[in-house]
C-alpha cells in the first residue's frame, strides 16, 4: 500500500493527528486540515483552544458522572427533577438521547461502561458502587436499566440487579422497543420515549 507524499511535515502531522478519532479516515483528515488551513488565524486558535478548554476544564458531575461544567450537572442542579427515580445509561451520549424524548423527569446515573470481559471491562471499572450508594442513601423508589440490548448489556442490567435486588426499590427496565444490539443514541425519539414510559419490571423481563 502506497504512502502519501505530504509537501510539509507540518501538513504531515495535522493529518496523523485527525486520523486518530474514530471514523476519520486519513483522506477525511486531510480534507479536514486542508479546510482549516484556508480559515482565519483567529478562527483556528477559537477551534484549537475550544478543544484544550473541554479536554482540561469540563468536569464530571459528582452525583450522576454525567459531563458537566460544574460539581454537579445541571440535570442533578433542576428542582423540578424527582430524585425518586434513577435511570442507569452506559454513556453521557444515552443522558443526551433520552432528554430529547423528553418523557423523564428523574435522574441519570452513568457507568461510564459495561461489563465486557472481552475488552477487560469488569464491575470495578464501573460506576456501579456509586449506584448502590445512592440507592443506600434512601429516597430512590425505582431503578430503570436503560442499557443496551445486547449480550454485555444484558450482563450488566443482571449484575447490577442481583446488588440490589435485596434494597426497596422497584428495578425495571425500558420496553423493548429497541432492536436488539441497538444503542440507544441511535433510536428513533418516539421509540426511546414509548420505551420509557412502557417500561416494565425487571424480573418480568428475565422470561422473556
Do not use: W
Not at 47 to 67: D, V
Not at 85 to 104: G, H, P, S
Not at 183 to 208: C, H, P, V, W
Request: aromatic share 6%.
Amino acid at each position: 500500500m502506497m504512502t502519501e507524499k505530504f509537501p510539509s511535515r507540518l501538513l504531515e502531522n495535522a493529518v496523523n493527528e485527525f486520523s486518530k478519532l474514530p471514523g476519520i479516515g486519513r483522506k477525511t483528515a486531510l480534507r479536514l486540515v486542508l479546510h482549516l488551513l484556508k480559515q482565519e488565524t483567529t478562527d483556528v486558535e477559537i477551534f484549537g483552544n475550544s478543544i484544550i478548554q473541554a479536554r482540561t476544564e469540563i468536569k464530571h458531575c459528582k452525583i450522576c458522572h454525567n459531563i458537566s461544567d460544574h460539581e454537579v450537572c445541571n440535570i442533578c442542579s433542576q428542582p423540578d427533577r424527582t430524585g425518586e427515580i434513577i435511570c442507569v445509561v452506559e454513556t453521557i451520549r444515552d443522558v443526551m438521547a433520552i432528554e430529547n424524548t423528553r418523557q423523564f423527569i428523574g435522574l441519570y446515573h452513568v457507568l461510564g461502561g459495561i461489563i465486557s470481559p472481552m475488552d477487560g471491562v469488569g464491575p470495578a471499572d464501573l460506576e456501579i458502587n456509586s449506584l448502590i450508594e445512592r440507592v443506600r442513601d434512601g429516597n430512590v423508589s425505582e431503578i430503570i436499566l436503560a442499557l443496551s440490548t445486547t449480550m454485555e448489556g444484558d450482563t450488566t442490567n443482571f449484575y447490577i440487579y442481583k446488588k440490589l435486588k435485596d434494597f426497596k426499590v422497584k428495578i425495571s427496565t425500558l420496553a423493548r422497543g429497541v432492536s436488539i444490539g441497538d444503542e440507544l443514541e441511535y433510536a428513533d425519539e418516539l421509540t426511546l420515549g414509548r420505551s420509557i414510559k412502557n417500561r416494565m419490571d425487571f424480573e418480568s423481563s428475565l422470561s422473556q
